[in-house]
């Protein structure tokens, strides 16, 4: 039998980053995949070959609609390839995957591929698809087994016409008319791949408006582009039934004065969140108990009932992100090794990657006023920047909440080109606690996106902004 110091079950971000950290830090690692490929949902099914098509999409959209601005004239039709966009999505998974593998040969870590799952606190079975099992012992074990598309419990996912993000990301045809069931960011980010391919796109969310965990602000704003971009979006309604019909999916939905609304198109994504994945794992076995959402609970520490169990990512509380998962992982590795790591849950920040990006980080304006919170609010739109005239990207604005005595920044919300990269300034800044006159002081590089930044903590200073 083979003996670790650390086992990590589940091989996503925060299971692969976890198990690099643990070798790092000189314990002697496995890392134990169901799936024949290292990576979980965000590399194989998810962050990574979704993000492929949205760039795919992009580059035909910019040729059919913004290329002969820019001078560039095209002779001849421009049609999309989707076989050819899924191919190449396939091709950057592949490629990203194989890193992971190339990662785990770097740091001596042993992988072993099959379900894991507890005998007892120390002991893990690993069964494989051939039908063979071995067991291993490990000192620690961390579980990172992620999660899993969520559904409704009157859906019949056929995973053909009615489906979930995994069957989105390779279709075999564009769709005529999508129905997505979820106006959060998996559905937004797929609805504007086929969108932009040429498929009507229908919105059905049970929420009053789209991303509503992100700041109101932003949510009011995604929501006016993308009806300018000839999305449909119904919100206050909740789905009553979804039903196919040959190839026809019909979905039936009441809206918020108690009317029924009948949807009809081609495909139906059902995208209302995930859910914990811990199937298979034997957790009661080695005494790790799960919540009433079927999440593995811990402590502070991401410490099980089990001492010597921890666990990270989606299968435990918090946002299903996978930069969060990450950051537990080498917290996790940490603390084995007897250190003392932090997180700030405040300050990891949410993305959509739809066109415009949005991106946010702290306290939102809804949360201040709940929490009683004094607190100024400075914005700036994207517009006004030569930059984003330049790019033909003037959509979306900058804000930036901060406390209205000590002038600290609570919360930066945006939307616009590039803001996926752009909200990392402002976690940075948060993390050293600056304020908004911090910001306002710093040079910023012109012509850039992220003047948008220092002109919105202008605007919270007292109504500086220079270019507004």
Same mark, same amino acid.
């Given at each position: 039998?083979? *003996? ?31 799936? *024949? ?49 899924? *191919? ?285 919170? @004094? ?59 600056? *304020? ?8 910023? @590089? ?23």
């Amino acid at each position: 039998m083979s *003996s670790f110091d650390v086992a990590v079950i589940g091989s996503g971000p925060g299971g692969y980053v976890a198990a690099i950290r643990c070798a790092q830090l000189g314990m002697k690692t496995a890392i134990i995949e169901k799936y *024949s490929t290292l990576g979980g949902t965000c590399l194989n099914v998810g962050c990574i070959p979704s993000k492929a098509l949205l760039d795919s999409s992009h580059h035909y959209e910019d040729a059919l609609k913004h290329f002969e601005t820019h001078g560039i004239e095209i002779t001849g039709e421009i049609t999309p390839n989707l076989e050819k966009m899924i *191919s190449r999505k396939q091709a950057v998974v592949d490629q990203t995957t194989q890193g992971i593998n190339f990662l785990m040969d770097k740091n001596k870590i042993t992988v072993f591929e099959g379900l894991g799952s507890f005998q007892d606190a120390t002991h893990i079975k690993i069964s494989k698809a051939d039908g063979t099992a071995e067991v291993i012992e490990a000192k620690n074990t961390i579980v990172a087994t992620g999660s899993k598309p969520a559904n409704l419990p009157f859906i019949n996912l056929d995973k053909e016409r009615i489906i979930t993000s995994t069957e989105a990301l390779k279709l075999k045809e564009i769709p005529k008319h999508l129905i997505v069931i979820g106006g959060g960011v998996i559905g937004l980010e797929l609805g504007q791949v086929y969108k932009r391919l040429g498929a009507e796109v229908t919105i059905v969310e049970y929420m009053d408006r789209i991303i509503p965990t992100m700041d109101a602000g932003l949510s009011k704003e995604l929501g006016r582009v993308l009806k300018k971009q000839k999305f449909k979006l119904n919100v206050s309604h909740q789905v009553n039934s979804v039903e196919r019909v040959g190839d026809e999916v019909i979905v039936k939905a009441t809206d918020k004065k108690g009317r029924e609304v009948e949807i009809k198109g081609d495909y139906c994504l059902v995208a209302v969140g995930r859910t914990p994945y811990t199937e298979g794992l034997n957790a009661e076995a080695a005494g790790v108990k799960l919540d009433d959402r079927g999440r593995i609970e811990t402590n502070n520490h991401l410490q099980t009932a089990t001492t010597n169990i921890y666990a990270i990512g989606d299968v435990v509380k918090g946002a299903m992100l996978a930069h969060k998962a990450e950051e537990e992982g080498v917290m996790v590795a940490e603390i084995l090794a007897g250190e003392k790591p932090h997180i700030d849950y405040n300050l990891i920040p949410g993305v959509v990657y739809t066109w415009p990006e949005v991106a946010a980080v702290g306290k939102t304006e809804e949360e201040l006023k709940e929490a009683g919170v @004094a607190y100024k609010s400075g914005q700036f739109a994207m517009r006004a920047l030569g930059r984003a005239r330049a790019s033909m990207n003037i959509e979306g604005f900058v804000k930036i909440l901060a406390d209205k005595n000590t002038d600290e920044i609570l919360g930066v919300h945006m939307i616009g080109a590039r803001a996926a990269d752009m909200i990392a300034e402002a976690v940075t800044a948060m993390e050293f606690r600056a *304020s908004a006159e911090d910001i306002s002081r710093i040079s910023h @590089a012109h012509p850039t996106f992220t003047e948008a930044i220092k002109e919105a903590a202008l605007a919270a200073t007292g109504d500086r902004a220079l270019h507004a």
